[in-house]
C-alpha cells in the first residue's frame, strides 16, 4: 500500500519553456501532497504543501508564479515549472498523506534545462 | 527554525556489522520518521515513531524515539550491501498547519563487502 507515482522521470527541456510534472496516489486518497526540491547530496527542501480544491501554500523563496501547483483531485497533483531556466535543473520529489505525519514518495523526477 | 542535526554524515562498515545513526533536535517533537533513499529515487519510509521512549523494529532496523522527544535513533544490524543509501530523520515543522515535515541532513551509508 502507499504507493506513489510520479511521470516522468526524467525530463530534458530547452530554456524558456514549460514543464509540467504529474504526481498520483495510487492506492490511497491524498489529502494533502507535498513538492520537494533536492540538490545532489543535499537534503530535501520544502517547495509547497497543497491540499485538495485549494491554493497551494508555498514556502518562503519558492516563487509561486514559477512552480504553479494544481492539486485537481484527491489522487493527483501537478507542478509546472514556467519559463524553465538552466538554474531550475534539479531533482523534483512529490509526497503524499492522507492526513498524518507519515508522507510516502514519489520516485521523483530529474529535469534538465539546456 | 527547527533543526534536525543527523550523524554522522557518512559511515563506511564491512558487510555483517552493525550501524548506528542519530538526529537530535531544537525542540521537542511529537513524531519522529525514519526514510532511506536510494541513489536517483524518492525516499522510502522504514519507521514512524509517536511515543517518547518507543523502540520500534522493522526487519533488521530498529528506531527508538528518544526520552527527551529531541532526538531519535536508527540501528541496523548485520549489514548487507543493499542497505547503501542515503538514510534521513524527519519530523514536524511545529508552524506547520498541514504537518509538513523537516529532514536531517542525511547519513550516506556505504556497505563494503
Known amino acids: 500500500g502507499a504507493v506513489v507515482s510520479q511521470h516522468p522521470s526524467r525530463v530534458i527541456c530547452k530554456s524558456g519553456t514549460s514543464v509540467k510534472i504529474e504526481c498520483r496516489s495510487l492506492?490511497?486518497?491524498?489529502?494533502?501532497m507535498f513538492w520537494y526540491r533536492q540538490f545532489p547530496k543535499k537534503s530535501l527542501m520544502l517547495m509547497a504543501t497543497?491540499?485538495?480544491?485549494?491554493?497551494?501554500?508555498?514556502e518562503q523563496g519558492v516563487e509561486k508564479d514559477k512552480f504553479l501547483i494544481n492539486h485537481a483531485s484527491l489522487t493527483l497533483s501537478t507542478l509546472t515549472v514556467t519559463s524553465a531556466h538552466p538554474e531550475d535543473s534539479s531533482f523534483y520529489i512529490c509526497?503524499?498523506?492522507?492526513?498524518?505525519?507519515?508522507?510516502?514518495f514519489g520516485p521523483g523526477t530529474r529535469l534538465t534545462v539546456t | 527554525g527547527q533543526q534536525l542535526n543527523q550523524s554522522p554524515q557518512s559511515m563506511f562498515i564491512q558487510e555483517g556489522e552493525d550501524v548506528s545513526m542519530n538526529c537530535t533536535s531544537s525542540s521537542i517533537f511529537n513524531t519522529w520518521l525514519w526514510y532511506k533513499q536510494d541513489p536517483g529515487e524518492g525516499p522510502v519510509l522504514l519507521i514512524a515513531?509517536?511515543?517518547?521512549?518507543e523502540l520500534t523494529s522493522n526487519g533488521r532496523l530498529t528506531a527508538q524515539f528518544g526520552i527527551t522527544r529531541k532526538d531519535s535513533f536508527l540501528n541496523i544490524s548485520a549489514s548487507i550491501p543493499s542497505d547503501v543509501g542515503i538514510y534521513f530523520c524527519a519530523g514536524p515543522i511545529s508552524s506547520g498547519s498541514a504537518r509538513q515535515l523537516t529532514f536531517g541532513s542525511g547519513t550516506q551509508l556505504t556497505v563494503l563487502p
Open positions: 515513531l509517536y511515543k517518547a521512549g
Open positions: 497543497s491540499n485538495e480544491g485549494s491554493k497551494a501554500t508555498y
Open positions: 509526497s503524499a498523506s492522507s492526513g498524518r505525519y507519515e508522507q510516502y
Open positions: 492506492d490511497f486518497q491524498a489529502t494533502t
